[in-house]
């Protein structure tokens, strides 16, 4: 989470280049070039400096599940539609779009300027083949439902159905028709997500692997190029001269490298070495905090997003509801936000944060710090169980390796052992390979985040709908749940919408498959001199909106 910074004049642009070689940042020379992003020899090149935390898992569109992968993907590909600051969808791709009054069928009308970086024009064949693409269960895209509105799209992921029979169809090289099976107030919102971006079909036919390295095959069409990626080591972005509002990306260069301790982020961002930090690129450090706090540079914003840990519902000890009811109340969630993480963030007391539109208020599902009742639950538990003893208990707390997270799950195992008895056992893992024990189900309790894919209660929710979802993990499933959460998909109207959502919740939030910590906020830092560089509600950033001065 880290950004930019202004650049040299041309003349010691050379020199320079052999300093960035030596922190691991590269690209080809013709990249280098001024006449690769448009500007002419006496003009400035500007660059900005970031961090991530890790090498990004996939940044194939239709097969990354996550925050490190999605945050370059948005930036080198562009869908029909883009987040603005507010998260409300604008024309990306499509320059317009027509929608039906029964709100079922979208006409997007694709930009004629639309290229791919390789000089291929941007087609609606496109999107219609990488939407299905990700539909197509052989090739096990773990996002797959998000395409769940479109009409026919579960039927032929999850059920033998056609792809002929889905509803997406490129009428021609420009115009995209999308049929729903009912209306979805958000879909707008989706055709700008990560899943929904458009891969250069002829491309990716010749070269399966095109996207596992940077070069000739990985071909985008966003306002920056894949230019260099030392993998486990740094990216480096170019913008892209092809894209079609080039006049209007203010930076030129995109270094960022991938530090995985937020100490070490923050101690770079002092020495300038970086530009910015925050979401969704890193994390604040949170020994950082009180001193960014101090000298005023610190900006905090709520954001879409929750912190949960996961229950692996199929082990012995997580099977039972009771259980996880007293893991879930025990946790003093305001001392850990006062006193741990730091960053003014709301103690989370259901499955969807309060910032997502109709669920501003709490639902009364569970207080903070419900000693009595965690008690409670245990001894219940227990004795279904047959355990006569807390301390038979044994908890295996899985979280990604981070200082933020091992700090957050050293406070909840004492909450645990000493309101409990129970006693836990900390597991730490590299990003990749966490991903993997939670895909795999090898784990009891796992940490986990999740930002809105889009502004509805509905993204917080529809992962748990049955525990085939790729962004389950729990092996959770309820029938009832299931059915509200179908009642919901198909209501028109919007307050019976959201009662529906929020019985769905009250489900969830008695047979707790996960249990909610806190409601994020975002917390980030930016260089002096760089404009609109801060996340939107949904964790987006949008390169092509810095401006350095």
């Known amino acids: 989470m880290n950004k930019n910074k202004k650049f040299l004049l041309l003349t010691v ?16 020379k013709s990249d280098n070039s001024s006449s690769s992003d448009g500007k002419d020899s006496g003009s400035k090149a500007k660059e900005l400096k970031l961090a991530i935390t890790s090498e990004p898992p996939s940044l194939h569109p239709q097969l990354a599940t996550d925050t490190t992968s999605s945050a370059i993907l948005i930036n080198v590909f562009e869908g029909l539609t883009v987040s603005d600051g507010n998260g409300e969808a604008t024309p990306g791709m499509a320059k317009d779009w027509k929608i039906s009054d029964d709100k079922k069928t979208y006409t997007f009308n694709l930009r004629d300027d639309a290229k791919w970086s390789n000089g291929d024009p941007v087609v609606a064949g496109d999107f219609e083949y990488a939407w299905k693409w990700a539909l197509n269960p052989e090739n096990l895209s773990e996002y797959a439902s998000i395409f769940y509105p479109i009409k026919g799209a579960q039927a032929y992921n999850e059920k033998g159905g056609s792809a002929d029979a889905v509803g997406i169809k490129a009428e021609d090289d420009k115009t995209l028709v999308v049929t729903l099976e009912n209306p979805t107030p958000y879909f707008l919102e989706l055709t700008g997500f990560k899943t929904y971006l458009p891969v250069n079909q002829k491309v990716t036919e010749a070269n399966k692997e095109w996207f596992a390295d940077a070069g000739e095959n990985f071909v985008t069409n966003g306002p920056y190029k894949l230019s260099d990626w030392k993998h486990n080591d740094s990216i480096v972005l170019k913008k892209n001269a092809d894209y079609w509002d080039a006049s209007n990306v203010d930076v030129d260069t995109v270094n960022i490298a991938m530090v995985e301790k937020e100490a070490t982020v923050a101690t770079k961002f002092k020495g300038k070495e970086l530009d910015y930090i925050g979401a969704p690129f890193q994390t604040v450090d949170l020994n950082a905090i009180d001193e960014f706090k101090k000298d005023g540079s610190l900006r905090i914003k709520d954001q879409a997003s929750i912190y949960w840990y996961k229950f692996n519902t199929k082990d012995k000890i997580m099977s039972n509801a009771n259980i996880r009811k007293a893991l879930t109340l025990a946790i003093d969630r305001q001392t850990l936000i006062d006193n741990v993480t730091k960053g003014e963030q709301k103690p989370a007391t259901g499955m969807v944060p309060v910032v997502i539109p109709g669920f501003e208020n709490d639902r009364g599902y569970m207080k903070d710090n419900d000693v009595d009742g965690a008690k409670a639950a245990l001894e219940a538990g227990m004795k279904e169980l047959g355990i006569k003893d807390p301390k038979d208990i044994k908890v295996n707390i899985s979280f990604n390796t981070s200082e933020a997270h091992a700090a957050i799950a050293q406070y909840i195992q004492e909450e645990w052992s000493k309101k409990l008895g129970i006693s836990s056992k900390l597991d730490n893992s590299e990003w990749q390979v966490y991903l993997e024990k939670l895909r795999t189900a090898d784990y009891q309790v796992g940490r986990m985040g999740w930002v809105a894919d889009y502004k509805d209660a509905y993204t917080f929710l529809e992962m748990f709908d049955t525990a085939k979802n790729g962004n389950n993990q729990t092996g959770w499933e309820n029938a009832q749940y299931k059915d509200l959460l179908k009642k919901s998909v198909a209501e028109v109207d919007e307050a019976k919408r959201l009662d529906y959502l929020k019985q769905a919740e009250a489900v969830a939030m008695t047979e707790l498959p996960v249990a909610p910590i ?15 560089l801060e996340p939107n509600p949904t964790g987006d950033i949008h390169l092509k909106d810095v401006k350095i001065k």
């Open 13 to 28: 642009l050379a020199v320079f280049s052999l300093v960035l070689a030596a922190c691991g940042f590269g690209g080809d």
């Open 518 to 532: 806190y409601y994020y906020t975002n917390l980030s830092v930016v260089k002096k001199g760089i404009e609109n």
